[in-house]
């Protein structure tokens, strides 16, 4: 079965500072990845979506990057956090025979004050 | 594009009664359907989904959804409401073919609160 990892469980940064949030899966390999953010009342908006080692594929501009330097490991960055970058991240992947079925990791509470 | 909605913004019921949560989806053919559940604080959690056969689906935790086509909906229901069915519900549509990359479409979610 997977097990996905999400590194740090909450995070406080000041506007302006960087970001880097991790995503690590166990118990697949080469799968679909995807960053969500969760914002009060927005439900949940996917941001980028990985297909492979350095594929990233972004879903609405903004002020984050993605980068995915092995096969299961996925980060999301920024070089200049934003107030409006608070939310919860997740990270989920796809559990690719069973028309797509995602599985979420536990989440990431970012605060940008 | 495919789209998701979930009418309901804030659900509140007694514990004991029964419980429908409304989804309406937007999308040119058969969709792949989804209910999740997120605990405040935590990742989200599969409840049932839908890809095709019987319209009429069993999840975990006593939970039930019907899939109809003619109205474009997958509503969840569950005839019983624990006080721990408490939490935020969300409804998600995925799409056949290999340019989806497997991804889901959500709606804005329902939050279940349930009274003693």
């Known amino acids: 079965s997977q097990t996905i990892h999400q590194w740090p469980a909450t995070l406080v940064q000041p506007v302006g500072s960087p970001l880097s949030l991790e995503c690590t899966v166990e118990?697949?390999?080469?799968?679909?990845l995807y960053w969500y953010r969760q914002a009060a009342g927005r439900g949940l908006q996917l941001l980028f979506y990985s297909v492979g080692i350095g594929q990233i594929s972004s879903e609405v501009p903004q002020n984050l990057s993605a980068s995915r330097p092995q096969d299961r490991q996925f980060i999301l960055s920024s070089k200049k956090l934003l107030l409006s970058d608070s939310g919860f991240y997740l990270c989920?992947?796809?559990?690719?025979?069973?028309?797509?079925?995602?599985?979420f990791g536990p989440g990431t509470r970012l605060t940008v004050l | 594009a495919q789209s998701v909605t979930q009418p309901d913004i804030h659900i509140t019921v007694s514990e004991g009664a029964s419980l429908e949560l409304r989804c309406n989806y937007s999308?040119?053919?058969?969709?792949?359907l989804f209910w999740y559940v997120q605990s405040p604080g935590q990742g989200l959690q599969l409840l049932l989904k839908y890809f095709s056969g019987d319209t009429l689906v069993q999840g975990i935790k006593g939970f039930e959804a019907e899939f109809k086509r003619s109205q474009s909906s997958f509503n969840l229901r569950k005839p019983s409401v624990h006080w721990s069915d408490a939490a935020e519900y969300f409804c998600a549509v995925g799409v056949a073919g290999g340019t989806s990359y497997g991804k889901l479409t959500f709606g804005q979610g329902t939050i279940l609160t349930v009274h003693p």
């Open positions: 989920a992947t796809y559990l690719g025979s069973s028309y797509n079925e995602q599985f």
């Open positions: 999308y040119g053919a058969t969709p792949y």
């Open positions: 118990g697949t390999s080469n799968p679909n």
